[in-house]
C-alpha cells in the first residue's frame, strides 16, 4: 500500500499545477474540456514515447542511462531519438487548441503548452517511481524535472502564441523547437543519465530556462489586448514586474546595431577579458577552497554530499560573467549590448572547444551552464552601459 502510494503521490503534483494553470489563466475564455484534452494527450503521449523508446532501446542496444552505455551511447539515445519524441508529443497533445478557436490570445500558447508538458509529466512521474520503488533520489529526479518539462514547453508555445491570428507555425517554431528539444536531451541526462550528483548541474539550466520563460510571458502579455478580455494571469503576472527587469522588446533592441558596423575589436577583448575573469573566478574558488579546507578530489557525481566542491568552483566561474560584461560595457562605451554578448558568447565557445578536447566529461556540464553564464554576462553590461 506505502510503495503504491509512494509513486502514485508525486505523480499527480502536475495535476495539482495544472488546476493553478487553469485559475490563473482566463476561465471565460479557455474552456476546461480543452485544456483536460490538451493534458491527457500529453499524458497520451508520454506513454506512447515511452514505448517507442523501450522497443528503441531493446532493438539499438543504447539507453538514456550512461552508466549502462556510456557518455556518448546515452547522449546518441537521447538527442538522436527520445528528446524529439518526446517535444514532438507534447506538441501533438497541444494542436487541437492550437487549431481551435479558443486559441485567440497570445498567451494561450503558453497555457496549452504548459496544460501538455504537465499531462507529460504526470505520466513520466508514475512510470519513473514506479519502476524505481526505492531511494529518495528518484522523488528528488521527478520533482527536478516537472518545472523543466513545462519550460520546453513554452519556448515552442511563445512561437506558436506569435502567430495566433493565421494559425500556422512561423519561421521562429522550428528553432524554438529544437533549442526546447536540444534543452530537453541535456537535462535528461543530467536528471536521469547521470549519478544524483549531477542534479547540482541542473540548476543554472532550470535558472536559464525560467528566465526565458518570464521573458515570454512579458512579451506575449505586451501582444495581448488590453481590455476586459485580458487574461487573469497577465493582470496578476503584470504586477510582479513593474519596475522590473526590461521586456524582451528592450533586450532585443540593445542587442541590435542598425546601421553602425559590429566592432570586432571589442569583441575580441570582450572575450580574452571574459576568460581572463573566469580563470580569476576560478583561482579565488581555488583559494577560498584552501583556506576552508575544501578537499576537491572527494568529488563523486554518485554522491550528492560530495558536490559541494563543484559549487564552489561553478559559483567562482559564474561570478566572472556579470563582472566582466560591466568592464566590456564601460569601457567600449558603445550604445548597445551586441558586442558584450558576443564576446561572452565567443569566451564560452572556445572554453566548450578547450574542454571537448581536453575533458569531455565535463562538456555537458560546460554546457549546462553556458545559458546562465551569458545570461549573467549582458546583465553586467546592461548596468555598465552608457546612459542615454
Known sequence: MLSWI?????????????????????????PLPLVLLVFALGGLGKGVTWYAEHRASAWTGLDMSSQVVGNTGSLLFLF???APMREASKVAAMWPAFRSKH????????????????????????????DNPMGWIW?????VALPAHVFFASLWGYALGRVKRIKRPGPLFPA?????TAAHGLYAHLVYGRGPGALVGTMPLLLAMAGTTFFAV???SARGERSSRSSVLLERVSTLYMSGPPSLRTVRAVLRRE?????????????????????????????????ARVDFSLVDEH?????????LLGSGLLAAFPVSGYLIAKASNLPTLLEPALASGLAILLILVLLGAAAPVTLVFALAFSPIAWGLACAGAWVGRPAR
Not at 571589442?266 to 580563470?279: F, K, S
Open 218 to 220: 512579458r512579451d506575449l
Open 139 to 143: 522523488i528528488a529526479r521527478t520533482l
Open 80 to 82: 538522436g531519438f527520445a
Open 6 to 30: 509512494r509513486w502514485l503521490g508525486p505523480s499527480l503534483v502536475p495535476a495539482l499545477l495544472l488546476l493553478a494553470v487553469v485559475y490563473y489563466s482566463d476561465r471565460r475564455r479557455e
Open 259 to 291: 546601421g553602425q558596423p559590429i566592432t570586432l575589436r571589442w569583441i575580441v577583448l570582450g572575450a580574452l577579458v571574459t576568460i581572463g575573469a573566469m580563470t580569476a573566478g576560478l583561482a579565488l574558488s581555488v583559494a577560498f577552497g584552501h583556506w
Open 103 to 130: 486559441f485567440d490570445e497570445p498567451i494561450d500558447g503558453l497555457v496549452y503548452a504548459a496544460s501538455a508538458a504537465l499531462g507529460f509529466a504526470c505520466v513520466e512521474n508514475a512510470i519513473t517511481l514506479r
Open 176 to 180: 524554438a523547437w529544437l533549442v526546447a
Open 303 to 311: 554522491d550528492v554530499t560530495t558536490t559541494a566542491p563543484v559549487a
